[in-house]
């Protein structure tokens, strides 16, 4: 651009850098405490309101997705059995021939196979507005919230008693803790029965505490149940023993940035968080799938013969589990009840898993941009004094903490 219109867009664009310049400088000179204590004043009680309003909206948002697509759709593709439809293909032949020298029909019967429920997303919320309306995405989940409160109250009384109680070296939370859970999920083996019964079957007009089964089940599902507790606790404590293995909760930031070799350090650390995060990934995958999917479809399997599910379940498991109706035990084994678990739902399992991580991830990208742009509407100008003001502050710590480590 020249002449006088690249004169004209020239000075101005100098003139804002140089007054942009001259405002974060009188701000990065002034006290970052003194700076940040004049903008907390300075913010209005509705901008701050409109702030907690998006925040809590998008975790309501973020419990529903991880509830409807987490716990009632993955409960769903854990049971589904891929259904097949008949078609009858009749040929007409020719009318005039003799039955001795052709047939007049020739009947072809062909199994199509229909595509499962739970293959995408949308398939199954709209499968479960047909049967329960609106409301269907959280079926269960009275029982269920009881359910984890009642587990939680037990895991950490059992908890807190054995780590007061252990004698033989020092007291160790953790898995004191996972022993604990490990007791509560056998205990509510039968309430956790319930809440996979109610959102797996059709509705039904019976409230859900006398929908609890019978007693006698609770010998085919509490060793699946204590499996899966015991999955639950060996993929959150496995990663964590890496994590101090490595010694990542030692990690100085101020020993990093004054190592010379700073690129080097940095990328280590980052190795090895990658390292920790593979590992509960692999644990997930390998252990806490086939617990959370065999305790699933032995629930299943208890199910009441009067209760129908809301998608096609072979109660049977290929032949191998005769009905009580007829003189068998209704259930299925703790093994078979993996095995009959075929690749392709295996694999359609995680592909759900992993959409909604996405999905989690994208709704917090978008809500975490929307504070922003909240923030920024509020504060105005002010926005950049307050960065300036923390930036100052962690400069000076990180000098600080630097000048420490040196001995000065």
Not at 288 to 296: E, G, H, Q, R
Request: net charge positive; with cysteine.
């Amino acid at each position: 651009m020249s002449g006088i219109q690249g004169q004209l867009l020239g000075h101005l664009v100098r003139r804002g850098v140089e007054a942009t310049t001259s405002h974060l400088s009188q701000s990065s000179n002034s006290n970052p405490a003194e700076a940040w204590e004049d903008l907390h004043y300075q913010m209005p009680s509705r901008g701050i309101s409109l702030m907690w309003l998006t925040i809590v909206s998008s975790l309501f948002l973020l419990a529903s997705i991880r509830y409807t697509l987490g716990e009632v759709v993955a409960t769903l593709a854990m049971i589904e059995s891929p259904s097949a439809t008949a078609y009858t293909k009749i040929e007409i032949r020719d009318p005039g021939a003799t039955l001795e020298k052709e047939p007049l029909i020739d009947a072809e019967v062909a199994l199509v196979k229909q595509a499962p429920i739970t293959n995408k997303i949308r398939t199954a919320i709209k499968h479960l507005h047909r049967v329960g309306g609106f409301r269907a995405r959280w079926r269960g989940i009275a029982v269920g919230g009881i359910y984890h409160l009642s587990h939680g109250a037990i895991s950490n009384f059992f908890g807190a008693m054995f780590t007061n109680n252990y004698r033989s070296g020092p007291p160790r939370p953790s898995i004191m803790g996972a022993v604990g859970s490990i007791i509560a999920a056998i205990l509510l083996s039968r309430l956790h029965m319930t809440w996979t019964h109610v959102m797996i079957s059709e509705p039904s007009t019976k409230r859900w505490w006398r929908r609890i089964p019978a007693l006698p089940t609770w010998k085919q599902v509490w060793l699946p149940a204590a499996v899966f507790a015991a999955a639950q606790q060996v993929t959150v404590i496995m990663p964590v023993i890496l994590f101090h293995a490595l010694a990542l909760g030692d990690v100085d930031v101020a020993k990093v940035a004054a190592d010379g070799k700073t690129k080097h350090a940095c990328a280590i650390v980052v190795l090895k968080f990658i390292a920790v995060f593979a590992l509960g990934a692999m644990t997930a995958l390998c252990v806490l799938l086939p617990a959370a999917v065999t305790l699933t479809r032995i629930e299943a399997s208890l199910l009441p013969e009067e209760e129908e599910t809301i998608v096609p379940f072979d109660r049977t498991f290929n032949g191998k589990v005769v009905p009580t109706a007829l003189g068998g035990t209704g259930t299925v084994g703790f093994v078979e009840a993996w095995r009959s678990f075929d690749r392709a739902a295996r694999l359609r399992l995680i592909k759900l898993y992993v959409k909604i991580a996405l999905i989690q991830i994208t709704v917090a990208i978008v809500a975490m941009h929307v504070v922003a742009l909240e923030i920024w509407g509020i504060m105005g100008d002010n926005l950049g004094v307050l960065i300036q003001a923390g930036r100052a502050q962690f400069e000076q710590d990180l000098r600080q903490a630097v000048a420490e480590k040196k001995g000065l």
